[in-house]
């Protein structure tokens, strides 16, 4: 069977087209063939195409949509679509896409013809069904700008140091006809055209640029694009060919070596604050935590943070290229300086340095400026249409954007003692900017958070059926944004729709797989579902992108140990108090029962419970019982074994768990099968 996704749908089998009578059925069979193992379970499916039907009339939709998609098959003899009762396939050695085709076609050098005939063939993915349902939607934009990037890496690889043509020519028209403000496929041709003697057509092109750079980002183009206008301009005889080493590289060598070069890390150290009043640092907390956010969705580098207090690493040849980021603010004139200077990690040398100033209402500009400056000086190249992708959000007035910083500061904290703050914040600006996505996640966090943050406080089924709507719009605003995503999969964690919450904190990573939160809280999800080896590996990936986590990452981190059965490690990950909620301790504290360490274990649950005791928010008396209840209910585990893992390791360090059930806290028993 061959599948077309670029465009409108079509399948054919046999030379015959395979009519499928309803939009439903053609995205379920789309879906499948651009699964990664092209299967999925009902649950994932119906929560995907169904999304705002209710579930006993979406499982029958869905199963009227196999029913047809079934006798199509049958009707033409293709045999590759299986059925079960939890999960359906479409076999990968039965089926032919042309995602993956133009895919094969540029990881080997070569340019798919369908890339040179379409502009923006990205956003022609699936372009007829994308409206099916807002859940598919979403998925659909998350698919299409991760094919933009693949298709974007891959192509910039086949451009040379030279200026050939062939296939680098090729490569560059494909990378203008994804991305219109590539400048460094833009140069290629410019190039290319004047060694051919084309003078006029090199210049229609800068043009084109030009009149396309300051109409839709009101930028010039950058300094090496004007400079090789410059030198083109001052070639001798223009209507002959003139040599090609007259003319400079186009690109960087570093560029150019195409044999699998070693990824360049950026390092961020945290920003120096001291010269800032105390009621203005959030300006500066939240810049620098939104400034490596941007900087974590280009896959053209590697980005960690770096604590307060740090050490170089040793470096040997081997080492991967690193650069540092270090950022010094102070206060003038009611306003917040921000001093930015990037080094070369190995040798320490200064090799780019701007004066800024971080105001609300140049906040996303600020950022794009020193991406773009960053990446210039690193000749790296970031097209403008990518930065003004990624670097900028929602229009909102300046006092908005300042509440949802506060709150996300008091936020982060999960303390008890900011809680009526962060209420008054967040859930004002849900009244006053309905449409700013940020300010959305924010009070899905805030309502999901609360039962950890306040000792005592029982998970509600209402309530987190409430927060769905407000957790979806957060996604339809803005679905390429990685916290939208989590938060709404945490949304359906705490509900028990696991095979929602795990289809949306993987989306959350390819949209951010380079930002620490989102592997560790992705991780999380994945641990409390049974995906033990990818929960590790993405807790592995977010301490490595951050050589002194903090906290919450510490806490998470400890958590998946325990899920994976590595006590020692999650013991370990607990060893200093991290200062967030009680309801922490539990994992280190079954730990230590399960490895024999019993007196220390209930030394630690004894502890637990006095400081969950002193800061009490639950309608029922803070006794024993009620406590260990809180505890075992509080953290959205989906799989009863782990649950009861948790549980033995209380029981066994004094915690009184008899008539504590699992599960009572979802919307339904989680089903997870495994098949993600």
Same mark, same amino acid.
């Given at each position: 069977m061959t599948v077309r996704l670029l465009g409108d749908f079509a399948a054919e089998f046999g030379?015959?087209?395979?009519?499928?009578? #309803?939009r439903k059925a053609k995205a379920l069979i789309a879906y499948l063939a651009l699964s990664d193992n092209a299967q999925d379970t009902r649950e994932r499916l119906v929560g995907l195409l169904w999304s705002e039907s209710d579930e006993e009339r979406a499982r029958a939709s869905l199963r009227q949509a196999v029913h047809d998609i079934r006798l199509a098959f049958d009707h033409l003899g293709f045999a590759g679509f299986s059925i079960d009762k939890q999960a359906l396939s479409l076999r990968r050695d039965q089926r +032919? =896409?042309? !995602?993956? *085709? %133009?895919?094969?076609? %540029? $990881?080997?050098? !070569? %340019?798919?013809?369908?890339?040179l005939e379409t502009q923006r063939i990205t956003d022609t993915l699936l372009s007829d069904l994308d409206n099916i349902d807002p859940a598919f939607q979403v998925w659909v934009l998350t698919k299409r700008q991760l094919l933009l990037d693949r298709l $974007?890496?891959?192509l910039e690889r086949m451009l040379p140091t030279d200026g050939g043509p062939g296939e680098a020519s090729d490569a560059a028209l494909a990378l203008l006809n994804l991305d219109p403000t590539h400048e460094v496929a833009c140069r290629h041709l410019i190039r290319t055209r004047a060694l051919r003697g084309d003078i006029g057509g090199a210049l229609k092109i800068y043009k084109s640029l030009w009149d396309l750079l300051e109409a839709d980002y009101d930028v010039e183009p950058s300094n090496e694009t004007q400079a090789l206008i410059v030198e083109i301009k001052q070639m001798p005889g223009l209507g002959e060919q003139p040599q090609a080493p007259t003319l400079a590289p186009v690109l960087p060598e570093t560029q150019g070596e195409a044999s699998s070069p070693k990824q360049l890390f950026i390092s961020v150290c945290a920003f120096e604050a001291s010269g800032v009043p105390q009621d203005m640092r959030h300006l500066v907390d939240g810049f620098r935590h939104e400034f490596v956010a941007c900087l974590a969705r280009f896959r053209e580098w590697s980005v960690r943070t770096l604590p307060p207090v740090w050490g170089p690493e040793p470096r040997t040849s081997s080492s991967p290229p690193e650069y540092i980021v270090e950022g010094t603010t102070y206060e003038l004139n009611n306003t917040v300086r921000l001093v930015v200077t990037l080094r070369d990690a190995s040798t320490s040398v200064c090799i780019w340095s701007q004066r800024y100033s971080i #105001?609300?209402?140049?906040w996303f500009e $600020? /950022? *794009?400026?020193? %991406?773009r400056q960053i990446a210039q000086a690193l000749n790296v190249h970031v097209s403008a249409e990518r930065l003004r992708r990624f670097a900028t959000a929602n229009e909102v007035p300046v006092e908005i954007h300042d509440r949802w910083l506060r709150g996300q500061a008091l936020l982060l904290q999960m303390a008890s003692r900011d809680w009526p703050a962060v209420a008054a914040l967040v859930e004002s600006l849900l009244a006053d900017a309905p449409d700013f996505s940020p300010a959305l996640s924010g009070l899905v966090q805030y309502r999901n958070i609360a039962p950890i943050a306040l000792p005592g406080m029982l998970r509600d089924t209402a309530r987190h059926l409430e927060t769905v709507p407000i957790? /979806?719009?957060?996604?339809?605003? &803005?679905?390429?944004?990685?916290?939208? /995503?989590l938060s709404l999969a945490w949304t359906y964690q705490l509900l028990g729709r696991v095979d929602e919450s795990t289809l949306h904190?993987?989306? +959350?990573i390819d949209l951010n797989e380079n930002d620490p939160w989102t592997l560790i809280a992705a991780g999380m999800i994945f641990s409390y579902c049974g995906y033990y080896e990818r929960a590790a590996g993405l807790s592995a990936a977010s301490l490595r992108g951050a050589p002194i986590p903090k906290p919450p990452q510490l806490a998470y981190s400890g958590a998946i140990k325990?899920? =994976?059965?590595?006590?020692?490690? =999650?013991? &370990? +990950?607990?060893r200093e108090d991290l200062g967030m909620s009680p309801a922490f301790t539990i994992w280190a504290c079954a730990a230590k029962a399960h490895v024999g360490r019993l007196d220390e274990a209930r030394a630690e649950f004894e502890s637990m419970l006095k400081r969950i005791a002193a800061d009490w928010h639950g309608q029922l008396p803070a006794t024993r019982d009620n406590m260990t209840r809180w505890l075992l209910h509080v953290f959205p585990v989906a799989m009863r074994k782990d649950w009861e893992r948790l549980a033995a390791g209380l029981a066994a360090a004094g915690a009184p768990v008899e008539g504590v059930e699992f599960g009572v806290w979802f919307e339904h028993r989680p089903n997870v099968s495994h098949t993600y």
């Open positions: 030379g015959r087209k395979i009519l499928l009578g #309803t +032919a =896409c042309d !995602v993956d *085709e %133009v895919l094969a076609a %540029v $990881t080997q050098g !070569v %340019v798919h013809p369908r890339l $974007t890496l891959a #105001t609300l209402a140049a $600020t /950022q *794009e400026r020193i %991406v957790a /979806q719009r957060a996604v339809q605003l &803005d679905p390429l944004d990685s916290r939208a /995503q904190a993987a989306m +959350a325990f899920l =994976c059965s590595d006590y020692l490690g =999650c013991i &370990d +990950a607990f």
